[in-house]
């Protein structure tokens, strides 16, 4: 007889919708909004303090566009739309860090600037791409995952914190998107097509019109919306690896 129940039970994963502070980290300026855009969309709607911070400059982002585009002329556009697209989900704090697309950084960087923006904005929960997907390939997605664990669980500890130069915060969860093994599911009925519209009407150097990826990927939006819907009885759904603080250090059974 397994006692993961009664694990479970004794260590409630914590209710991420109900806080009040969201921090979504995206390593790319289109990741956020295909990870948990139609969470971010709810949560503006309901009035919650939320900042997206985008960790790198998305420069080798894409080779459907001209190549005579420039590196830095890419990563320009891209600002431009990540600014519009989280205007339209309803998000008004937008921060980016402008480090180098494709890994070529350190994570230590990666993670005293992640730190500081942590300390300056006093989140609640973090979103962060799940790093410990066995599929995931790309550094960056691994790099901010990784420094989100980490962070989100060094958050309250004032003496970490300020060995990263940033102010401790009261983190009580982290909710990991883009993940084979979520457990905590947010109902998005009524935000899919928001979160859809932000993806693909607004990235457009990432997905030009007719791009067959990008047809590909709306597809499996809709098809996870539904299935996480189905799990969690909403008509839509986002699903996310959640932990809370008592989940983060020294409980196994969560990692399964």
């Not at 597809?219 to 603080?245: I, N, P, Q, T």
Request: include cysteine; hydrophobic fraction near 40%; charge should be negative.
């Amino acid at each position: 007889m397994s006692i993961r129940p009664i694990l479970h039970f004794a260590a409630p994963l914590p209710k991420i919708e109900n806080y009040q502070r969201f921090l979504f980290l995206g390593p790319h300026p289109d990741d956020i909004e295909i990870g948990a855009g139609a969470t971010a969309a709810r949560l503006a709607a309901e009035g919650k303090e939320i900042c997206f911070l985008i960790c790198m400059d998305g420069r080798y982002g894409t080779d459907e566009l001209d190549m005579n585009l420039k590196p830095e002329e890419l990563a320009e556009l891209r600002r431009w739309e990540a600014r519009d697209s989280a205007a339209y989900l309803g998000v008004k704090d937008l921060r980016f860090l402008d480090l180098c697309d494709g890994g070529f950084y350190s994570e230590e960087d990666l993670s005293g600037e992640i730190a500081r923006v942590i300390g300056g904005f006093q989140p609640e929960v973090i979103f962060a791409p799940d790093p410990d997907v066995i599929s995931e390939c790309h550094p960056d997605h691994q790099n901010v995952g990784r420094a989100a664990k980490k962070l989100a669980l060094f958050s309250g500890n004032p003496g970490i914190m300020e060995r990263f130069g940033a102010q401790s915060a009261p983190v009580q969860a982290l909710a990991l998107y883009m993940t084979a093994r979520a457990n905590r599911f947010v109902g998005t009925t009524g935000y899919l097509e928001k979160q859809l519209s932000a993806v693909f009407d607004f990235h457009k150097s990432q997905f030009p019109t007719d791009c067959a990826a990008g047809k590909a990927i709306r597809l499996y939006l809709k098809l996870r919306a539904a299935d996480f819907g189905f799990r969690s009885f909403h008509r839509s759904a986002e699903g996310f690896r959640v932990l809370g603080r008592t989940q983060m250090h020294c409980l196994p059974e969560d990692g399964l």
